[in-house]
């Protein structure tokens, strides 16, 4: 395979040639449950590239679509709650977390947003980004959040 080439599997892995030249998998999953978006907006919910790990924009939103959670405060919690299924998935743990980026419709609301945050990490205590955007894909949306974790013992 060339440098740089990319194979994917059936399996929804995709391999890569690192800069050193190793074998890197690279792990792709749909959330559990799904967002209405994954599909036709081809993206995936999880990515694994070796001992990296990134969760994509993650919102309120249930399998059904139905947005859970009528304040920021909620929606963080539900929001968290999936980043704490999903994690294990890819061998992952809360702990392992080194950052968050947290987009809110209304900064003066963020204490709520960040209780939740605290209340998950307690003592991980990942960098954080918190910023206010205008809108997110469904206005009953209030709260979207990304996170990056590095398996722990790998350097």
Request: overall charge negative; charged content about 25%.
């Amino acid at each position: 395979m060339p440098l740089g080439s990319r194979c994917c599997s059936r399996a929804g892995a995709t391999s890569g040639i690192d800069r050193v030249g190793a074998l890197t998998k690279i792990q792709r999953l749909a959330g559990d449950p799904a967002s209405p978006w994954e599909e036709p907006f081809g993206f995936s919910r999880i990515v694994r590239a070796g001992q990296l790990v990134i969760i994509g924009g993650t919102t309120s939103v249930d399998g059904n679509g139905m947005v859970l959670g009528r304040t920021p405060y909620e929606q963080a919690v539900e929001i968290f709650g999936k980043v704490g299924h999903e994690l294990p998935r890819v061998g992952a743990r809360r702990e392992d977390v080194v950052l968050t980026r947290i987009y809110v419709t209304d900064i003066s609301r963020a204490d709520e947003v960040g209780r939740a945050h605290g209340e998950f990490f307690e003592d991980a205590r990942p960098v954080m980004t918190m910023v206010e955007v205008t809108a997110l894909i469904d206005p009953r949306m209030l709260v979207e959040i990304e996170v990056v974790a590095q398996l722990a013992g790998a350097d």
